[in-house]
């Protein structure tokens, strides 16, 4: 698919968020009900934003495009512990509206005062390509002048538990080893502006396409965020051209941009 | 000039049964299968709050979870309707986009019941298996063998849609040529005893719009579409059923599972959705609410259609189908549709009383309508509002 969209700022978020790590934007107290998933994808969303130049807390009609791999599970898992502890009658309502796959998009439009589109897409470690499809379609239609991709990943001890005793069989689960706090998040645009950090010019997302699709490297972490941090890395790397493969589940995700910001830092 | 984004076909199934006519004769007749979940949910509430369910002799066999055979049996009578056959379609480039909320999250309470006492069986790790490495968009991209993009939309009771507005951006931006879209879910112990710990299920059979409604009563069901690029209709000489006209998705930023009491962001939706159309208010033969039934979706909904869409009948239709999630958008889309083809919107049953907080009143018998578009809305937790312009068979001619 031919494709022009700009990447006004881009952030990873590597470590679990601090409160102080707001601190640019919010006080600490507006966060003490945020869940872990929601803060990594904000702490991401601020500094791509920051980067970019635009306002944090200002209301803007910038779109929103979220990929979440399995939801945010920590949520659902409270909920289920509630049922299993506290019975069906007592089981936790909070736990039950945190655990709805686009509660997270709850949480940046109200950080965030965004009052554009908001899609959020989950289909495990292939949410990127969907969530950047998602992007690229609200741009297209006129329904934003920007939008926010985020992409963010909830590891679940039962997962994590699995992986450890059946690895082979099953995908979307990391290494008991796997760092368990990652996010990503990029501010795109349909045009050029003097914030460009870099330009993606070829984008296809598709299912059992081998032709794009190598074979996925042992040290590729089978999450959501994983293509979206990597892709924050090739950004960070001196040279203009960067082509980023993804796949997963027999669905790919092919990109290919050129970057300006290892010429602008 | 014709509609870029055709609808070649479109099949269902819900609590009125499997297929359009069955849900044609339920929304006729108010008839569809409402009962407590006993069997299917294994809740201590299950003994008081009723849910709209798929009738047992219709539930299809298989293999997957029971949203997959939901949309696959929707995704069937789509194709037959348009008189393609997926082989047909796999020749083409063929996305698959659907929406779903309970098919999408970690649902699976007996296994996860099980790790918790460490007591984790052998058929868990299956179950698990399947959840953590398939999705209905996955699996059904595979059964057709089709290779285009592969999209699982979760905008909980949006999901339905958004999975279509997208779709037909991917037609209209060219990166598809055909796309199976629309929504599916089941009945499941997370939502069904999540909707009533937030006190907003009904132990009666709800009552959208009405002074007396007290709340929702969840549902199952799916809805599949079948999206042509024009070309591609006219290659595989298929006479659509419609047409995807407009689609906006504006985020309310205001609760987690409340809507802004002014629909701030559903009017921004439908204002969008009208606007990508071309079209104006006074064009739409009707609206297609998303009347749950709730004290709150209703307010902000009936504050809306009265600044925007004043005078444009009003149908509400989970009286019939009970609220099916992330299933819902996608088969009210269908719902619409079938009522632009037959020229009448359909009575809104369970609809009693006027509010007078609201200045309401939606369609309550059959009534015939010559427009040939109308808007589809819903509204979803996370403040998510989508609104789809469809236009019926006609639509241009």
Known sequence: MALDLYIEGFAVCAQEPKPEDFSPWFEARRLRRVDGLSARLLLSACRALDMAGQPVMQEKPFGLSLGVGPGSLQNTCKFMDSILQDGDELSSPTAFAGSVHNAPGLTLSLFLNLRGPCVTSGQFNTSFGAALLTARAFLHNGMAPYVLLAVGDSLNPVARALNGQYPARLAYTPAPDTAPVQAAAFLLSPQKTPASKARIMDFDFTFAQPAYCPAVGEDWAPLAAAPAIQLCGLLERPGHHFTLTASSLGVCSFLKGESFYAYQK | ?397
Not at chain 2, 227 to 234: K, N, Q, T, V, Y
Not at chain 2, 305 to 329: D, E, R, S
Not at chain 2, 330 to 342: D, F, G, M
Request: proline share 4%; with cysteine.
């Open chain 2, 1 to 397: 000039m014709k509609p870029a984004c055709c609808i070649g076909g479109a099949g269902v199934i819900c609590a009125c049964g499997a297929g359009k006519d069955a849900l044609w004769n339920g929304l006729q007749t108010g008839r569809s299968c409402f009962a407590l979940p006993a069997g299917r949910v294994n809740s201590a509430l299950a003994d008081r709050y009723p849910v709209f369910l798929i009738p047992k002799k219709d539930i299809p066999a298989g293999r997957g979870s029971l949203s997959l055979r939901y949309f696959l049996t929707a995704a069937q009578e789509a194709f037959s309707q348009a008189g393609v056959t997926p082989q047909q379609l796999a020749g083409l480039c063929t996305g698959v986009c659907v929406g779903t909320s309970v098919d999408a999250s970690f649902h699976c309470f007996d296994s996860y019941a099980r790790w918790s006492k460490n007591a984790l069986e052998e058929k868990d790790v299956d179950i698990l298996q399947d959840y953590f490495s398939s999705s209905t968009a996955m699996a059904a991209a595979k059964e057709y063998g089709f290779t285009g993009p592969v999209q699982t939309v979760v905008t909980a009771c949006a999901s339905g849609t958004d999975a279509i507005g997208l779709a037909a951006s991917w037609i209209n931006m060219g990166v598809c040529d055909a796309v199976l879209c629309g929504g599916t879910d089941e009945i499941n112990l997370i939502p069904y005893d999540g909707f009533i710990r937030l006190l907003i299920a009904s132990k009666e059979k709800c009552k959208p719009f009405s002074k007396n409604r007290a709340g929702i009563n969840i549902g199952e069901g799916a809805s599949a579409l079948l999206l042509l690029s024009r070309s591609a209709a006219e290659k595989l000489g298929v006479a659509p059923a419609g047409f995807v006209l407009g689609y906006a998705n504006v985020c309310d930023g205001y609760h987690p599972t409340a809507p802004d009491p002014q629909g701030k962001g559903l009017a921004g939706a439908v204002s969008g959705a009208l606007k990508q159309s071309g079209l104006q208010a006074a064009d739409m033969a009707f609206i297609n609410a998303h009347a749950t039934a709730s004290q709150a979706n209703d307010a902000a909904e009936a504050f809306v259609f009265n600044q925007l869409l004043a005078g444009v009948p009003i149908c509400a239709t989970k009286g019939v189908t009970g609220h099916m999630l992330g299933a819902a958008g996608a088969v009210e889309a269908v719902i619409s549709l079938l009522c632009l083809n037959h020229g009448q919107v359909t009575p809104s049953w369970g609809f009693e009383e006027e509010d007078p907080a609201l200045h309401l009143v939606p369609v309550t018998q059959n009534e015939a309508v010559s427009k040939t578009c109308a808007v589809s809305c819903s509204l979803a937790f996370g403040g998510c509002n989508a609104a789809l312009i469809l236009g019926g068979r006609h639509y241009g001619a």
